[in-house]
């Protein structure tokens, strides 16, 4: 039984720990002094221990009841490494290419072991940083995307299986709770959470909380991630979310995930690779020397646009004969009506989609948890430029979302915004 009890665990109690596992010891061959263990948590909420033995390795992830890069003052639920467990399995048997497979679950120690991304797998954001082309990244991430979004909506589930699997998911609510404090209201009013490169971006701050439009954006924002109940989220899909090289792709930390709207997690990996186009003048040698990389991202995240919506069509498409109950085949009994919805749901979704990704860049620049792509930048005014811009681009983007009919168009917004 008192196994059973949550402890948390340092380096020499994981290993203890792996030694009472037997599928996971046997999975690491030898016995525990043969094992490499090392914590190299660098996110912002858990700690992750690489494990590497004689006959194989894995990762240990465990959350302890308060989020990490605050400390102990700000208490967080276990129950979030269950969701994390729930929605890595959902997404492996959905997309298992792009997906560590999980070994183990341990729900009262809140543990999870998984398959290790070995190097050469890099953090994404890491590899944005150091200016590395990723050709098939664009490719990946539409494909992780369409699948895990389409297979767990209305468009592939009957209500009943919808309603039960969002029923499930609901009661990650403290992690939501986070969510909404943290991106969109802490932003946009005074919270000893907040902070931002001062004072070069004082001014730029107290404009953000007097701007009436972008507050009446944000709450709109904030109303359809609470209350859209749309499909399985990954909920956290940032860049530092995904490990890489140049032909693999594979999407770690679904802590955040939950029933929720589509864009939220479209507009997460939109919204962290527009930060590093900006952040790219603080980390080129020379004024302007990163420009064909930046055009790299800018090509990227119209790919990923362009290929999520061709994907997420063609699954519509082929689930004609099996549909889910959104677009029963009797309503929806011609190509036109057909088209005319499916036109209608990606207008929306686009629309959703910058809209949560602008929500995402401003609480990266002046809330509590910024990206080391601008945080890295040691010449600080650099650095306030670079923020600058990309704050203005994302007010300009969460304004002006509804009047951008297509990725070009907003591509062409972020080229402006200089
Ligand atoms: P947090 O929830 O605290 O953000 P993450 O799940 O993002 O924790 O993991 C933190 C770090 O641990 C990652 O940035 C990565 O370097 C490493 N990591 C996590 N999972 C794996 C994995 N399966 N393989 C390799 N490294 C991993
Ligand atoms: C206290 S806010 C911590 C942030 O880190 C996580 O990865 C999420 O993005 C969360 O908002
Ligand atoms: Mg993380
Ligand atoms: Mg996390
Ligand atoms: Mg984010």
Request: net charge negative; with cysteine.
């Amino acid at each position: 039984e008192e196994r059973r009890k949550y402890r948390p665990l340092d380096e020499k109690a994981a290993s203890e720990y792996l030694a009472m596992v037997a599928p996971l010891a046997e999975r690491l061959g030898g016995s525990p002094q043969d094992w490499n263990i090392k914590e190299v948590g660098d996110g912002n909420m858990n700690f992750v221990y690489i494990v590497v033995g004689p006959r194989g390795s894995l990762v240990l992830k465990q959350a302890l009841p308060y989020v990490r890069c605050v400390g102990e003052s700000w208490a967080m639920t276990l129950e979030r490494a269950y969701f994390e467990a729930n929605a890595l399995r959902k997404e492996f048997e959905l997309v298992p290419e792009y997906v560590p497979e999980i070994f183990h679950f341990d729900h009262p120690m809140a543990v999870i072991a998984m398959r290790y991304c070995e190097p050469p797998h890099i953090i994404l954001r890491k590899g944005l940083i150091q200016g590395i082309v990723y050709p098939r990244l664009a490719d990946h991430m539409s494909d992780f995307t369409s699948k895990t979004l389409f297979f767990s909506s209305l468009l592939a589930l009957d209500t009943h299986k919808h309603k039960m699997a969002a029923a499930q998911s609901y009661a990650n609510v403290e992690m939501c709770r986070l969510t909404e404090q943290v991106i969109f209201s802490e932003p946009y009013m005074e919270a000893p959470n907040n902070r931002w490169t001062s004072p070069q971006l004082d001014e730029d701050v107290r404009a953000l909380r007097e701007d009436i439009e972008l507050k009446a954006e944000i709450a709109e924002l904030k109303a359809r991630f609470c209350e859209r109940t749309q499909a399985l989220l990954h909920g956290d899909l940032h860049t530092g979310s995904i490990m890489v090289t140049e032909t693999s792709t594979k999407v770690i930390d679904p802590e955040f995930s939950f029933y929720g709207p589509m864009g939220f997690d479209l507009g997460a990996f939109i919204a962290n690779l527009i930060l590093a186009y900006y952040s790219q003048d603080g980390h080129s040698a020379t004024e302007g020397g990163r420009e064909d990389y930046r055009g790299w991202i800018l090509q990227t995240v119209s790919d990923f646009w362009t290929s999520f919506a061709a994907k997420f069509k063609r699954e519509w498409d082929r689930s004609r004969d099996s549909p889910g109950d959104a677009y029963v085949p009797a309503v929806y009994n011609s190509p036109e009506v057909i088209e005319l919805a499916q036109k209608r749901f990606m207008e929306e979704l686009f629309c959703d989609s910058l809209g949560f990704a602008a929500a995402k860049m401003i609480r990266r620049i002046v809330g509590i948890a910024h990206v080391e792509d601008l945080e890295s930048i040691a010449n600080v005014d650099v650095r306030a430029k670079c923020e600058r811009r990309a704050l203005n681009c994302a007010k300009l983007l969460m304004k002006q979302r509804r009047k951008l009919s297509s990725i070009a168009e907003a591509q062409l917004k972020l080229r402006i915004v200089q």
